[in-house]
C-alpha cells in the first residue's frame, strides 16, 4: 500500500511540473563565445606548446633539428623542399615525415592536414617523428575560420582524409598512464615560414 501511495504522489508531482510552462529560451545575441584572439602566432604558440608540440623558430634551429633524424620522408611539394631540401627515405623507414598543412588554429593549438597537403595519409602518422612546415598566413583564430578556409579550398572536392591534429599522439586508457605515440608520432613539431 505504501508503494502505491509513493508512486502516485511521484506521477502527481511530475504531472503538475509538466503542466506549468517553461521559460522560453533566450534570442541568441550574436555576439562571440570566445574573446577575439590577437596574436594569432603567439596563442598557437602557447596552446601548441602547451600540448607538449615543438616550435622551431629559426632556419638555424630547423638545420639543428634535422641533423638527429638519419633517414627522413617528404611530402615533395615546393614548401617543404625549400625548408627541408628532398627526402632520403622511405615513409615505412622515416625517422621523421616533413610535411606542409591546410592551415594552423591558432585559439586551440591544432594543425589541419588532409591528404592533398599532407603527401597523403601515412607521412604524418608513421614516422615517429612529424614536423609540419607551415606559413604563417596559414594561421588562423579559431575552427570557425580553419572550416571556412577548407570550404573556400575545396568546395565540392573534398580530400579523401582530413585530420586535426592536437599534439602528439597519445593515449591514457590503460589505466589512466599516459602513454606518447601510441597510435601516431610520439613528438609533433612546427616550423613556420613566411
Not at 501511495?5 to 511530475?14: H, M, Q, S
Not at 596552446?47 to 638519419?70: H, S
Not at 573556400?152 to 585530420?163: F, I, K, N, V
Amino acid at each position: 500500500m505504501n508503494n502505491d501511495l509513493a508512486r502516485e504522489n511521484i506521477l502527481g508531482r511530475v504531472r503538475a511540473a509538466l503542466r506549468a510552462q517553461a521559460h522560453p529560451p533566450l534570442n541568441p545575441s550574436g555576439a562571440a563565445i570566445f574573446p577575439p584572439v590577437q596574436d594569432l602566432e603567439a596563442r598557437f604558440r602557447e596552446e601548441f606548446v602547451f600540448l607538449k608540440g615543438e616550435m622551431i623558430d629559426t632556419a638555424d634551429a630547423l638545420r639543428e633539428f634535422l641533423k638527429a633524424f638519419p633517414a627522413i620522408a617528404t611530402d615533395g611539394s615546393d614548401m617543404v623542399r625549400r625548408a627541408v631540401g628532398d627526402g632520403n627515405a622511405s615513409v615505412r623507414s622515416a625517422d621523421l615525415g616533413v610535411t606542409g598543412c591546410d592551415c594552423l588554429v591558432a585559439r586551440t593549438g591544432s594543425i589541419f592536414v588532409s591528404t592533398r597537403s599532407a603527401g597523403g595519409r601515412a607521412l604524418s602518422v608513421l614516422p615517429p617523428v612529424h614536423l609540419v612546415i607551415a606559413r604563417r598566413d596559414q594561421l588562423l583564430p579559431d575552427l570557425d575560420a580553419a572550416l571556412a578556409r577548407l570550404r573556400r579550398a575545396y568546395g565540392q572536392r573534398w580530400p579523401s582524409q582530413l585530420s586535426l591534429i592536437s599534439g602528439p599522439s597519445r593515449t591514457a586508457d590503460i589505466e589512466k598512464i599516459l602513454v606518447m605515440g601510441a597510435h601516431g608520432p610520439k613528438r609533433l613539431a612546427v616550423h613556420l615560414t613566411e
